[in-house]
């Protein structure tokens, strides 16, 4: 009974397809988020959705698209996908607009030819 | 910007030792200070939330405290088990809504 899931765990794709990633939390939170974490285990945001409306938007190329069709879903389209898009994207999830009690899902890795 | 510095990158002691993880912050001026577990292949898992109001916090053999003054935090793990092998992050929150990570400290606790 996942709490945060994601699909899917890996994918592999060539370079200037274009992927997504879908993300689904049971917890009945109303805020969810996508993090990227690269090569280096650095951990960064990079949206953030409340309520289904979009709160952050760091500096991401626009080929990452992210779509909220209900609070309990927050895909990630990517176009066009690059070398350095290679990396694990994580999927999150908390109540309101607080970072406490932030559930993460296990990780969508994506590998980029 | 915030920039979030764990030291050591990678840890290795025997079981039964205490230990502490180390967390520097540029920016003070925080909402509230995370140390996170993950696990190989897995996501993170919240393990004590701290806020910049609190000094510490504690859960079992976990104990976090928080400096915010002059931006620490340290993780003390008290009698350390095979177990608690994981890679360790800590993330301070500027504001609500955005957590900035560090790079995380691999722990290894041998049998």
């Known amino acids: 009974d996942t709490a945060v899931s994601q699909t899917p765990k890996y994918l592999v794709t060539q370079m200037g397809n274009d992927k997504s990633i879908k993300c689904e939390q049971n917890?009945?939170?109303?805020?969810m988020y996508w993090y990227k974490q690269d090569s280096k285990k650095f951990l960064k945001i990079m949206f953030s959705?409340?309520?289904?409306?979009?709160?952050i938007n760091e500096t991401v190329p626009n080929r990452f698209s992210p779509k909220s069709p209900d609070k309990a879903h927050l895909n990630l389209h990517i176009n066009s996908l690059e070398l350095g898009d290679s990396a694990v994207y994580f999927c999150?999830?908390?109540?309101?607009?607080?970072?406490?009690?932030?559930?993460f899902g296990e990780g969508s890795r994506l590998t980029v030819l | 910007k915030q920039e979030v510095t764990q030291i050591p990158a990678a840890l290795s002691v025997p079981e039964g030792e205490n230990l502490v993880l180390n967390c520097s912050f540029t920016?003070?001026?925080?909402?509230?200070l995370q140390w996170f577990r993950q696990d190989p292949g897995k996501g993170l898992t919240s393990l004590l939330l701290?806020?910049?109001?609190?000094r510490e916090q504690t859960s079992g053999r976990l104990n976090a405290s928080l400096d915010k003054s002059s931006g620490r935090s340290t993780l003390y793990i008290a009698a350390s088990q095979p177990g608690d092998s994981a890679t360790y992050l800590c993330?301070?929150?500027?504001?609500?809504?955005?957590?900035?990570f560090g790079t995380g400290t691999r722990l290894t606790v041998i049998p």
């Open positions: 999150a999830s908390s109540h309101g607009l607080e970072t406490s009690g932030l559930f």
């Open positions: 917890l009945g939170h109303d805020t």
């Open positions: 959705y409340n309520n289904k409306e979009l709160i």
């Open positions: 920016d003070s001026a925080i909402y509230n």
């Open positions: 701290i806020q910049s109001s609190q």
């Open positions: 993330a301070v929150s500027k504001g609500a809504n955005n957590l900035f």
